[in-house]
């Protein structure tokens, strides 16, 4: 079975910056996609920013300058840099992978459980 375990998330003011981490572990044969969601309070699940495999990324306008996408697939790894942080940045923040199991002949979607990043002063 997969897992997404993401960490990082906290408490920040205004201007600060975090660095969330999404790691995922089980029968993995390749990951061809990570990503980065969030939602806030009584609104939309949202794209922040998505990574595939051969290293090209997609943003939200809204993250574009601030916010940088990696990923270390060594570790099976993706990593969200947060830099510039405002308070309408608040919100739940989800990963999710679309990954190919040694036991399948497809890939499937996953998502983690969600890491909490507030922005406020």
């Known amino acids: 079975q997969v897992q997404l375990v993401e960490s990082g998330g906290g408490l920040v003011q205004p201007g600060g910056s975090l660095r969330l981490s999404c790691a995922a572990s089980?029968?993995?044969?390749?990951?061809?996609?990570m990503g980065w969601y969030r939602q806030a309070p009584g609104e939309q699940r949202e794209l922040v920013a998505a990574?595939?495999?051969?290293?090209?990324?997609n943003y939200a306008d809204s993250a574009k300058g601030r916010f940088t996408i990696s990923r270390d697939n060594a570790k099976n790894t993706t990593y969200l840099q947060m830099n510039s942080l405002k308070p309408e940045d608040t919100a739940v923040y989800y990963c999710?992978?679309?990954?190919?199991?040694?036991?399948?002949?497809?890939?499937?979607?996953?998502w983690g459980q969600g890491t909490q990043v507030t922005v406020s002063s």
């Open positions: 089980g029968s993995i044969s390749a990951i061809y996609a």
């Open positions: 999710n992978a679309d990954i190919r199991l040694h036991i399948a002949t497809r890939t499937y979607n996953y």
């Open positions: 990574i595939w495999s051969g290293g090209s990324t």
